[in-house]
């Protein structure tokens, strides 16, 4: 199976993303933003970092990439798209995902360790967790408060479209704890934290990342 | 030459940390006056001669998919001469 990892101008994130796709049991394919071709893969992570530079808003040009156009037709069509970070940004950006990331509540850029809660286990991007299973994985940006009107709040809540929720004290002023979110379908999931950063104890905090990346395997199996 | 100015700013109910960061500055430096401030961005485009109705639809266009983002933000356009 192919999992696409697109590098934008800018983007940090695409060499661990990669990497934790091979070693999660799939293939990675390097997709370049200016790229009118997805290569024939099955799923497309957009990885971290600042893409474009964060210029106008995070995400606000990489979402007119020539490949994004790509991204959002095969993610009407239920191709699994995970975004990561600054992934995350672009598919809000992007109207795939509700909502949007702003400035954190206290000004700082975060970058720590971070328990998180999967609350739903029954997404292409999540399947691999038990549910209200706890992990730890690096959490670093500057701008991951999780933003929406009550009205998006409350579909978000009432339909599980809740991925994952930051344990203990809220690091960047998200509504309601949220880390992760994704679209109605569950093949589109956007995620603040960097599970990509956590798939070997040599480097990361934990190998509990890891999930995301076998998660997209039992998803195409299915 | 004019030029339009397109003002973008976070929505009331959406928490402004920068605003609120200013905010709290300007006590510290002897000004007294504020009760709050919000950050906005402004951007100045510029054209040859008098804006159409047609060019003024365009940026309005422009705001709503690139300069600002509706699900945070709202904007307005005008013409500064």
């Known amino acids: ?222 | 030459m004019a030029t339009i100015v397109v003002d973008v700013m976070l929505k009331p109910e959406i928490l402004d940390p920068q605003g609120n960061a200013v905010a709290s500055a300007l006590p510290r430096l002897g000004f007294t006056f504020a009760t709050s401030v919000r950050q906005g961005k402004r951007f100045e485009i510029v054209v040859d001669g008098e804006p159409t109705a047609a060019q003024l639809a365009e940026v309005e266009k422009a705001a709503e998919v690139l300069l600002s983002n509706p699900v945070i933000e709202t904007y307005s356009v005008r013409v500064e001469n």
């Not at chain 1, 497309?44 to 959002?72: Q, T």
């Not at chain 1, 109207?95 to 949007?100: K, S």
């Open chain 1, 1 to 222: 199976m192919r999992v696409g990892v697109i590098t934008f101008p800018g983007t940090l994130d695409d060499r661990d993303a990669t990497r934790a796709v091979n070693v999660g049991g799939a293939t990675a394919v390097a997709l370049w933003h200016g790229d009118a071709d997805l290569k024939n893969v099955d799923a497309v992570i957009l990885p971290g970092g600042f893409s474009y530079g964060d210029y106008l808003r995070c995400g606000a040009i990489s979402r007119f990439a020539p490949v994004m156009k790509l991204v959002i037709e095969a993610a009407g069509k239920g191709m699994p798209v995970l975004g990561i970070c600054n992934g995350f940004q672009v598919l809000c950006e992007s109207h795939l995902l509700p909502g949007a990331l702003t400035r954190n509540s206290d000004l700082h850029f975060l970058c720590r360790d971070q328990e998180i809660e999967i609350v739903n286990n029954t997404t292409a991007w999540t399947n691999s967790f038990s549910a209200g299973e706890k992990i730890t994985i690096p959490l670093k940006n500057g701008e991951g408060s999780f933003q929406c009107d009550d009205k998006t709040l409350a579909k978000l809540e009432d339909n599980g479209r809740v991925i994952a929720r930051y344990v203990g004290k809220n690091p960047n002023g998200s509504r309601n704890l949220i880390a992760g979110i994704t679209n109605q379908r569950g093949n589109v999931v956007g995620l603040m934290p960097h599970p990509e950063h956590a798939i070997d104890p040599l480097t990361g905090p934990t190998a509990q990342g890891l999930g995301f990346f076998t998660s997209i395997l039992n998803a195409m199996v299915k």
